[in-house]
Nanobody, 114 residues
Framework: QVQFVESGGGLVQPGGSLRLSCSASGFIFSASSMAWYRQAPGRQREVVAIITNTDVTHVVESVRGRFSISRDNANNTVVLQMDSLKPDDTAVYFC????????WGQGTQVTVSS
């Protein structure tokens, strides 16, 4: 069964940093492109960052220069490093394959507020 377990969220002041981690299982992780998604209150879930199975990365314009994505195939883990956080980054963050599948984890809450 496909599973994702996200961790690392929390409350941080504007300008602060967080490091999110996602542990994945139930599929061939090393062969899969992975992504971080987020969903803010009242908004649709959106992709934030992508990393392919060949380590090519892409981040959306709103977080470019502030967020980075990486993966560890030995541990089936994908990480989102978030720096210079802004209140607009407040959301629940999820990881999933890219394109996403039917299964989602619980996500991890990120709140950026002073």
């Amino acid at each position: 069964q496909v599973q994702f377990v996200e961790s690392g969220g929390g409350l941080v002041q504007p300008g602060g940093s967080l490091r999110l981690s996602c542990s994945a299982s139930g599929f061939i992780f090393s062969a899969s492109s992975m992504a971080w998604y987020r969903q803010a209150p009242g908004r649709q879930r959106e992709v934030v960052a992508i990393i392919t199975n060949t380590d090519v990365t892409h981040v959306v314009e709103s977080v470019r220069g502030r967020f980075s994505i990486s993966r560890d195939n030995a541990n089936n883990t994908v990480v989102l490093q978030m720096d210079s956080l802004k209140p607009d980054d407040t959301a629940v963050y999820f990881c999933n394959q890219m394109p996403f599948g039917d299964y989602w984890g619980q996500g991890t809450q990120v709140t950026v507020s002073s």
